[in-house]
């Protein structure tokens, strides 16, 4: 959304009404922009520096710029189609004054694929390429993951289930959605790996067994599986001691399956 502002001045004289515009405005030498940056969580992946950097090296900003250089439209869309970006607002005020408002997008996985490639999950399903410079505390995924990193692909394309696709990441969206939003699943598990089975494995922040996920078909299952889970260490854990099991599996339906050390 851009919005634009003139200003004009009304004088009257015996009844003519006159409309003067503001001599040399155009000339007026362009300020730095007023920048606002709304993220959800603590991992901001772009700052104002980070931002005002980007549009100099675009030569859409710099400094002794005048303002009837700027190209407001121009900046906005460069800057939608930033990795990081999943809202931005650019406004032009009087004089030569001039605004960014930016709405970031929220990591809740970080994947490694077999390929090399690490890069992040959004919670609206969207990729992001990894940062150089910050990185979040989120779910960590690895093993035999092959999906590629794709900034156009969307998890809501991948769960159309007309279409089949041996593609992983509609399930880690659905694992790591889960896991986000979960106060106790989110403080428990911090790294998650895929084994060629297609079988996810939980491993636990506190102590050292691990958590036979299964496969995450739909949400459905995912929150069944993730209840009988949650139902384990709220009720049995605690009478039984956190090291007793080398192994909780909840992959099978309406089943909990321990392995003793």
Same mark, same amino acid.
């Given at each position: 959304?851009?919005?634009?502002?003139?200003?004009? +001045?009304?004088?009257?004289?015996?009844? %003519?009404?006159?409309?003067?515009?503001?001599?040399?405005?155009? !000339?007026? /030498?362009?300020?730095?922009?007023?920048?606002? /940056?709304?993220?959800?969580? *603590?991992?901001?992946?772009?700052?104002?520096?980070?931002?005002?950097?980007?549009?100099?090296?675009?030569?859409?900003?710099?400094? !002794?710029?005048?303002?009837?250089?700027?190209? $407001? %439209?121009?900046?906005?869309?460069? @800057?939608?189609?930033? #990795?990081?970006?999943?809202?931005?607002? +650019?406004?032009?005020?009087?004089?030569?004054?001039?605004? @960014?408002?930016?709405?970031?997008?929220? #990591?809740?996985?970080? /994947?490694?694929?077999?390929?090399?490639?690490?890069?992040?999950?959004?919670?609206?399903?969207?990729?992001?390429?990894?940062?150089?410079?910050?990185?979040?505390?989120?779910?960590?995924?690895?093993?035999?993951?092959?999906?590629?990193?794709? #900034?156009?692909?969307?998890?809501?394309?991948?769960?159309?289930?007309?279409?089949?696709?041996?593609?992983? $990441?509609?399930?880690?969206?659905?694992?790591?959605?889960?896991?986000?939003?979960?106060?106790?699943?989110?403080?428990?598990?911090?790294?998650?790996?895929? !084994?060629?089975?297609?079988?996810?494995?939980?491993?636990?922040?506190?102590?050292?067994?691990? $958590?036979?996920?299964?496969?995450?078909?739909?949400?459905?299952?995912?929150?069944?599986?993730?209840?009988?889970?949650?139902?384990?260490?709220?009720?049995?854990? #605690?009478? *039984?001691?956190?090291?007793?099991?080398?192994?909780?599996?909840?992959?099978? *339906?309406?089943?909990?399956?321990?392995?003793?050390?």
């Amino acid at each position: 959304m851009v919005k634009n502002y003139a200003l004009v +001045v009304v004088h009257y004289f015996g009844g %003519h009404c006159f409309f003067l515009c503001c001599k040399g405005r155009e !000339q007026q /030498i362009l300020r730095t922009p007023d920048i606002a /940056i709304h993220v959800e969580g *603590e991992s901001a992946f772009l700052t104002e520096a980070e931002l005002l950097d980007r549009l100099k090296i675009r030569n859409l900003f710099r400094r !002794q710029m005048a303002v009837g250089e700027l190209k $407001i %439209h121009t900046i906005e869309r460069n @800057i939608k189609v930033m #990795p990081e970006v999943k809202k931005v607002e +650019v406004y032009k005020h009087i004089g030569n004054k001039w605004e @960014i408002q930016l709405e970031l997008r929220k #990591p809740i996985a970080r /994947i490694f694929n077999q390929q090399g490639q690490s890069y992040y999950l959004d919670q609206d399903g969207f990729m992001m390429y990894r940062s150089a410079l910050h990185t979040a505390r989120v779910l960590v995924f690895s093993g035999a993951i092959n999906d590629p990193y794709n #900034p156009r692909l969307h998890c809501s394309f991948i769960n159309n289930g007309t279409l089949k696709s041996s593609q992983k $990441i509609d399930q880690i969206y659905r694992i790591s959605n889960y896991v986000c939003n979960d106060p106790l699943m989110h403080k428990l598990i911090g790294q998650i790996h895929l !084994q060629k089975n297609g079988d996810f494995v939980l491993i636990p922040l506190l102590g050292d067994q691990k $958590i036979i996920f299964g496969a995450a078909p739909n949400s459905e299952l995912v929150q069944d599986k993730f209840e009988r889970l949650k139902h384990f260490y709220k009720e049995a854990l #605690p009478h *039984e001691g956190w090291n007793k099991y080398k192994e909780i599996s909840v992959k099978y *339906e309406g089943q909990i399956v321990c392995r003793k050390r």
